[in-house]
């Protein structure tokens, strides 16, 4: 059975750096893609960083300018971090693992950016 659970969500100040982490059971690392998405308020979801299936390593780490995703397949986790945080980025934050065949969300986590 696949679970996704996101964690770390809340309150932070402009400015802060944010974190959040993904536990995602029940599938390969190495098969699928890894990604983080969010949807701000009243917006569509949208793509925030993500980890392509093709690259097939039991850690990856990819930075994207504020934006930084890292996976690790021995603890099944998937990690973000933005930095320099800005009320735009006041949003629930999703975890997704996604092949050809499949493709699974977490149930979200909101963080909220505000001083």
């Known amino acids: 059975q696949v679970r996704i659970v996101e964690s770390g969500g809340g309150l932070v100040q402009p400015g802060e750096t944010l974190s959040l982490s993904c536990t995602a059971t029940g599938i390969d690392f190495a098969d699928y893609g890894l990604a983080w998405y969010r949807q701000p308020p009243g917006k569509e979801r949208e793509l925030v960083i993500e980890a392509p299936q093709n690259l097939k390593a039991p850690r990856i780490n990819i930075r994207s300018g504020r934006k930084a995703l890292s996976t690790d397949s021995a603890t099944s986790t998937i990690q973000l971090q933005i930095d320099n945080l800005d009320v735009a980025d006041t949003a629930v934050y999703y975890c997704?693992?996604?092949?050809?065949?499949?493709?699974?969300w977490g149930q979200g986590t909101l963080v909220t950016v505000a001083s």
């Open positions: 997704n693992a996604r092949n050809r065949e499949h493709s699974y």
